[in-house]
């Protein structure tokens, strides 16, 4: 289930718990029964893990003021060497 906004322009926003993916473009107010629009807004990332807050925070951040490193990264980050083909052939040919 996933709580969906409607705005109502007269009494203000409504919220609705639907199916996720089963949300109506438009809900009727539950004062004065008229169409109210829904309003999109991000998800509650109020409960997502405090590492990807940081890691997103980190990302917008990177965009105005990227990160300046003074050395080259060394965890996981080796060169791959070039995979032998398989056609036994191939592998006597001279390599890079
Ligand atoms: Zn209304």
Do not use: K
Not at 34 to 61: G, K, N, W, Y
Not at 84 to 94: D, F, K
């Amino acid at each position: 289930m996933a709580t969906y906004l409607y705005r109502c322009t007269s009494h203000g926003e409504t919220e609705v718990v639907r199916p996720i993916g089963s949300a109506p473009p438009t809900w009727s107010c539950p004062v004065c029964q008229s169409e109210c629009a829904r309003v999109f807004v991000p998800p509650m990332l109020s409960l997502a893990p405090s590492r990807l807050v940081a890691a997103i925070d980190r990302a917008e951040r990177s965009a105005d003021a990227p990160e300046v490193v003074t050395s080259l990264p060394t965890q996981g980050a080796r060169r791959r060497t070039p995979m032998a083909p398989p056609n036994p052939a191939y592998q006597r040919l001279p390599r890079p």
